[in-house]
């Protein structure tokens, strides 16, 4: 069995139980494996430890809840694995920046974590070599794969809505500020920026890819054909944020300094520039 498989069988095992209070030792029981070995091989596979996943997957299922149902809150909060409200209010605040009860009456859904799938060959990941890194320009017919990668790293952009993401990746398509990089039919890579400001406004890349120098090679490419000499900016979570997975320190390590705090779509974050 091969680590995507291995992976594959441990999220099967997570999602038929998101509304039980799960740990390691439960998880490892019920997929044969010991824990370490089930612990390190996804990390390493999805870039999420299994607590933050089925946190995350366990939050998303209670803002689907709060906003698509009206069972009560302390019933979401019993189903979702917490033993009290208390409990479910505290570390929903914490991830999503707001209260349940306020969520519920905001009529406004949004993921903190989507079931990870995996879809593609990933032929990359069977070369001993170093990945070519073939950036460009994305098309239209790039948009389904674009989303799929989307799906898989919207941890990291709190407030995503499909269906303005989708129109806004549209309109960076057609205004030539949209590049991709693919494995095949897979989306790896994606870095949406804007000509006017200089700043980008979505960079990410495929879990699966993360030793790969992805960002790196993105952010290369913009500087070397698209923003030459032009101030780089991007946002992030702010210091502390319970919700960030480590997307700010990938950003400094990318070289971008720490600039204003900012509120964006009513979320706290902070804005990085390139130096």
Known sequence: MNRIEKVTRIIDIIESNLTQKLDLEQIADKVHYSKYHMHRVFSQTVGLT?????????????????????????????????????AFTDIFSAMYKIPPSRYRENEKFYPLQLRFEFQGTYAMLEKKESARMDIRLATEADVPCVMELVRLIVDGFPYLDETEYVRELKQKIAGGQALVMKDGETAVGILLFSREDGSIDFMG??????????????????????????????????????????????????????????????????RFILV
């Open 50 to 86: 299994i607590h933050d996943y089925v946190r995350r997957r366990q939050l998303t299922e209670a803002a689907k809840l709060l906003v698509f149902s009206s069972q009560p809150i302390i019933d979401i909060a019993l189903a979702s694995g917490y033993e009290s409200q208390q």
């Open 205 to 270: 890349s495929h879990p699966l890819y993360r030793k790969k120098g992805i960002p790196r090679a993105l952010l290369d490419r913009l500087m070397g054909e698209w923003m030459k000499d032009r101030k780089i900016s991007i946002t992030t979570f702010r210091e502390g944020d319970r919700a960030d997975n480590g997307q700010r320190e990938e950003i400094k390590s990318l070289g971008f300094a720490e600039a204003e705090l900012l509120v964006e779509y009513g979320y706290p974050t902070q």
